[in-house]
């Protein structure tokens, strides 16, 4: 066999990897900020049923962004990835609205992590589409 060809990466198995670790960080991070809601600090217009659905839509737009992606649909998964990786990304947001030392170290490790992973997805879309040139 040979060597470079076995060191190249799969990219529909890389995305299926990341995406799968942002759809469980979110999960965690978003049952959390469910069930903690009034120990996070966020802008007022968040509730509790927000939250959910939010992850909901997200996480579905992010899973139809894999498949368009799976099936060669570069035009219309690359979108939907990156709006799925607000899902992650905007997280981060917490900080805007609170101290550090108001959050929790179990909250700083969602949202970081949570924050991480939708790097990951937004990074795959850059990488996908700028440097494998697939469009």
């Known amino acids: 066999m040979n060597q470079e060809t076995d060191r190249q990466v799969n990219p529909q198995l890389l995305l299926k990897l990341v995406l799968l670790a942002s759809i469980i960080s979110t999960a965690i991070h978003f049952t959390d900020n469910y069930r ?52 992650g990304l905007a997280s981060l947001g917490h900080y805007l609205y609170g101290s550090l030392s108001q959050f929790s170290l179990k909250m700083h490790l969602l949202i970081w992590m949570d924050g991480v992973t939708g790097l990951a997805i937004l990074g795959f879309v850059l990488w996908s589409s700028l440097l494998l040139k697939e469009i």
């Open 36 to 87: 903690f809601i009034e120990h996070y600090p966020q802008p007022s217009w968040i509730t509790a049923p927000s939250i959910y659905q939010s992850w909901i839509i997200l996480t579905s737009v992010g899973i139809a962004g894999y498949w368009l992606y799976k099936f060669r649909k570069f035009g219309f998964a690359y979108p939907c990835l990156i709006v799925y990786s607000l899902t």
